[in-house]
C-alpha cells in the first residue's frame, strides 16, 4: 500500500496527528505528514499538544519515524525450538511488559511485532541460553507507527 493510503487508514484507525510547523523533525514524522489526512468535519479533532514544549526536536516521545523497518510476524516456530522453560519465561517476559492478551498476538502473528520488541525477545533468549539465531515466523517492509 502507498504511504499516502497508509496515512490516511491510519488516522481513521484514531492515529494521532501532529500540528507543530516549529518542530525540526516535523518532515520526517509519520504524526507531521498525517496532518493532512484529517478530517474536516467534525469541528474538533484529537492532536498532539503543540504548546507542549516537549513535543518538538529530539526530546518528543511521539516522534514516529518515516523510514520503513522490518516488522516482524508470530514466533510459533521459535517457541517450538526454545526447550519449554525458555519459552515460558518469554511469554512471561512479554505478559510482564504489556498484558496477555498483546502477548499472545504477537506470538500468534496478529499484532505486529517492532524492531525494538523482536531485540528484547532476542535478548530474552540469548539470557536464558538459547545460542541459535532467533527468527520471527514472517516479516514485512513497514513504518512503526
Known amino acids: 500500500m502507498e ?3 497508509l496515512l490516511k487508514e491510519k488516522i481513521r484507525e484514531g492515529f494521532v496527528p501532529c500540528f507543530n510547523n516549529a518542530c ?3 518532515e520526517h514524522c509519520l504524526r507531521w505528514q498525517a496532518r493532512e ?3 474536516t468535519e467534525p469541528w474538533v479533532a484529537t492532536c498532539i499538544n503543540p504548546a507542549n514544549p516537549e ?3 529530539d526530546t518528543c516521545i511521539m ?3 518515516d523510514k520503513k523497518v522490518r516488522i516482524a510476524y508470530g514466533f510459533t516456530r521459535l517457541l517450538d525450538l526454545l526447550p519449554r522453560r525458555t519459552g515460558r519465561l518469554l511469554m512471561a517476559d512479554i505478559i510482564a511488559q504489556h498484558n496477555r492478551t498483546y502477548a499472545y498476538e ?3 502473528g496478529t499484532r505486529p511485532i517492532p524492531p525494538r520488541m523482536q531485540e528484547d525477545i532476542a535478548d530474552t533468549c540469548r539470557r536464558a541460553g ?3 539465531p532467533v527468527a520471527f515466523d514472517r516479516y514485512e517492509e ?3 507507527w
Do not use: L
Request: aromatic residues 20%; glycine residues 8%.
Open 55 to 57: 513535543a518538538t526536536g
Open 63 to 65: 516522534y514516529r519515524d
Open 142 to 144: 513497514g513504518y512503526e
Open 3 to 5: 504511504k499516502e493510503e
Open 37 to 39: 489526512y484529517v478530517r
Open 106 to 108: 504477537y506470538r500468534n
Open 24 to 26: 525540526q523533525r516535523r
Open 130 to 132: 538459547y545460542t541459535a
